[in-house]
């Protein structure tokens, strides 16, 4: 079984071909679910707890402090120490929640979260579905998490939780528009819904150069409206700390809250991930038209790298308006999204609708 | 709760769109335990009622107890920002009534604490104002600068808080030999911060859209509420005591009264920021040419008050702060009255927050500088 690190295409073929030797195919494509669904969860659990020390390490750093410092060296082990500490505290319910919704509002959250993490394309071949309608899946899954955003803030029967849920409801089915036209124009460039064409075309140059300007203006568009969407500073309003105390999470506690504060995070790496496949080449080494060496040194840095730290600089770029700018109001979040985001993103897709017409991108 | 519950069976008429929402006394932004009960359809607010006491310690009651050097210990603990201030008003007031000059010494050395007082306290409203709105790294930015003013404090008199430095006749103990100098680095230091804050803040987008136009207090609402401070010179009200009523080594300094007529949010944030620069003049005057001399009067060991009424204000950092003194000639005060700034401005928030969002009451609020057991003394 050779292992390659530039394309996991054999390795997933390999492991595919030798449990359908060994079983039948129901239990072949049984166990390869299972096998998928642990690498996710490990995965989800692991660069969640990272993404949550990075954002105190990035905020620490904007504010000039040390951020986590005692558990482990640099403070590296704070998270899974928050994490244990979460996972052992009581469970507090309200008494007039309404039970079963109360329940069932962190999992459709976190739930929403994994089945949007499902089509990314991490590197080549390193991918569990990909399907020919990849964006609208995506577009589709990633608004389910806004039902049991209004659900917890429902069913805790708490005012403030309530009012965080309304926020927040207005606030991601507004941008949802903003979100899926930016993606819609670069679909239009692309001419595929499919992740991995969609990357494939972007071996000579990605998406966000050779769509020039129109490009340039979804991807803002679409950092904004993201931003918006994973409720994140400055667009924070549903947990809006000095309004809402903590918005729709208000009552929840150990590992509930843990579902919720990880589902915020794994959104944001969503963001970022579909931010740097559609935008910036995905896996896709940087390349420029006839630099030939300079192209083979990029390609020599494996996809899995590229992919990372693509996603890495999209949430540092999100994390770092996150620390410096003041929340908006309500009204001025719609505002900005019915009256500025939205116009500004149909023109957009008309724009690179005719720049595909007339063929004038690189 | 039960208050809830009352206005819900009392109200026959129960409109279903009104909501009412405690916000307080545990609440991030009330910073302390102030309740208010809120009114909203929505996100608007339509009322808002202010619920004090829950921090109420019975400051002037216990003053009629304790002696006059003493009851200056108990003024620390209302408006714990402007302690200063409220030490030395109390001290103000019965050198007044024992017609007691201090020397000049002692007034110079008084206003410097006020004005880094000042600093201090408006420093820090500049943390929570960002941390309010949502921009969580105005806090440390203002905490830096903070800390080294705290640090000033404490190698003056010993404590970082609650200085308790005034004393009937003069201060507690003279200044550190190091005073003069770490005053004059920290001016140095904190000009070339101050522009940071407005780079920070100040001139941010989403900033002026949150408070431009935003809790408007006229003129004469301000008068009428007797808003005082900053937040009542935002509404263009005179209001400053250290200029109509100069005090210790005021009437030696020049600087501005900072006015504005704009009376919105932005207006009471501007204020505030300008006011730390006029601050750090006054100190720039006063700090080289502290004269020589004794650092307090000799007083006797028990102080009595003549009988009378006796009134002295200052300006604090959040506005004109009094003490009433009624002596019946013994050694303790028969009754002891604070007007404290905060009580005042605190009840002109309905008048600003109504009609605007729950956002703009937390940005209302926070411009108020409101120190809750100022209101509750």
């Known amino acids: 079984m050779a292992f390659n690190i530039y394309d996991f295409t054999t390795l997933t073929h390999n492991i595919h071909v030798g449990l359908a030797e060994s079983f039948s195919p129901f239990m072949a494509t049984t166990i390869e679910w299972v096998i998928v669904g642990v690498v996710y969860l490990l995965f989800i659990a692991v660069f969640g707890l990272f993404l949550v020390y990075a954002e105190r390490k990035v905020c620490a750093a904007f504010q000039q402090r040390l951020g986590p410092m005692r558990v482990g060296p640099w403070g590296l082990l704070q998270t899974i120490a928050d994490f244990i500490k979460l996972l052992m505290k009581e469970l507090i319910m309200p008494r007039k929640a309404d039970y079963f919704l109360y329940n069932l509002a962190p999992f459709l959250v976190i739930i929403a979260s994994f089945l949007a993490i499902a089509v990314l394309p991490f590197a080549k071949g390193l991918q569990s579905m990909d399907f020919d309608i990849g964006v609208f899946y995506l577009t589709a899954v990633s608004s389910v998490g806004v039902i049991g955003i209004l659900l917890a803030g429902w069913s805790s029967n708490n005012k403030y939780s309530l009012i965080g849920a309304m926020r927040s409801g207005a606030q991601i089915l507004s941008y949802e528009l903003s979100v899926s036209l930016s993606l819609m124009t670069m679909v239009v460039f692309a001419g595929s819904m499919q992740f991995s064409t969609i990357v494939e075309g972007q071996r000579d140059a990605w998406f966000i150069f050779s769509g020039h300007i129109p490009a340039i203006i979804a991807f803002i568009v679409f950092l904004i409206a993201g931003t918006a969407e994973t409720n994140r500073g400055p667009f924070d309003l549903a947990e809006a700390e000095s309004e809402l105390v903590a918005g729709f999470h208000t009552e929840y506690s150990g590992i509930k809250f843990a579902m919720f504060f990880l589902a915020e995070y794994i959104n944001l790496f969503i963001i970022s991930a579909v931010a740097a496949t559609v935008f910036l080449g995905g896996w896709m080494p940087l390349h420029f038209g006839n630099l030939e060496s300079f192209n083979h040194v990029m390609d020599f840095i494996p996809p899995i790298v590229w992919f990372f730290g693509k996603v890495l600089f999209v949430i540092f770029i999100i994390m770092w308006f996150k620390w410096t700018f003041p929340r908006l109001r309500v009204d001025q979040i719609l505002t900005l999204e019915w009256k500025y985001l939205l116009p500004i993103n149909l023109v957009n897709i008309l724009l690179m609708a005719l720049v595909v017409l007339t063929k004038f991108h690189f | ?377």
Not at chain 2, 111 to 132: K, N, P, Y
Request: proline share 4%; with cysteine; glycine share 6%.
């Open chain 2, 1 to 377: 709760m039960s208050e809830i519950k009352e206005v819900i069976i009392n109200n026959d008429r129960l409109a279903t769109d009104e909501y009412l929402v405690n916000m307080g006394p545990q609440h991030p932004s009330t910073h302390g335990v102030l309740r208010l009960l809120v009114k909203l359809e929505g996100e608007k607010v339509l009322n808002v009622q202010p619920h004090s006491g829950y921090i109420h310690s019975g400051i002037e009651k216990m003053c009629e107890a304790i002696s006059y050097p003493q009851i200056i210990h108990l003024t620390d603990r209302m408006d714990y920002l402007s302690a200063h201030m409220n030490n030395e008003a109390v001290a103000l007031c019965v050198e007044k009534a024992l017609q007691v000059e201090v020397p000049d010494r002692v007034k110079y050395i008084r206003t410097i604490m006020d004005e880094l007082s000042r600093l201090a306290s408006h420093q820090l409203w500049w943390c929570v104002f960002g941390m309010d709105l949502g921009a969580l790294t105005t806090f440390f930015y203002g905490l830096r600068d903070r800390e080294l003013i705290l640090d000033i404090f404490e190698e003056t008199c010993g404590a970082r808080m609650t200085v308790s430095y005034n004393t009937p006749g003069g201060v507690m103990f003279d200044i550190h030999p190091n005073f003069q100098k770490r005053v004059k680095e920290y001016i140095k230091y904190f000009k070339t911060k101050l522009p940071e804050y407005d780079k920070l803040l100040s001139g941010n987008v989403i900033l002026r859209e949150r408070t431009e136009g935003i809790g408007h207090l006229s003129l004469v609402d301000a008068i009428d509420f007797g808003v005082t401070g900053p937040s009542g010179r935002a509404s263009g009200f005179s209001c400053d005591v250290r200029k109509h009523v100069p005090y210790s080594a005021y009437p030696f300094v020049k600087f501005n009264e900072i006015l504005d007529h704009r009376c919105d949010t932005y207006a009471r944030y501007e204020v505030r920021v300008r006011e730390m620069w006029e601050s750090i003049s006054i100190i720039e005057q006063l700090i080289d040419n502290i004269p020589a001399g004794d650092y307090a009067v000799k007083m006797k060991g028990v102080l009595k008050l003549p009988e009378g009424e006796f009134y002295q204000r200052v300006e604090s950092a959040r506005g004109e702060f009094g003490v009433f003194i009624v002596s019946d000639g013994k050694k303790n005060p028969y009754r002891v009255k604070f007007r404290s700034p905060g009580f005042s401005n605190l009840f002109a928030l309905n008048n600003m927050a109504k009609g605007h969002k729950i956002a703009d009451l937390v940005a209302i609020m926070s411009t108020l500088d409101l120190i809750i057991p100022d209101i509750d003394r």
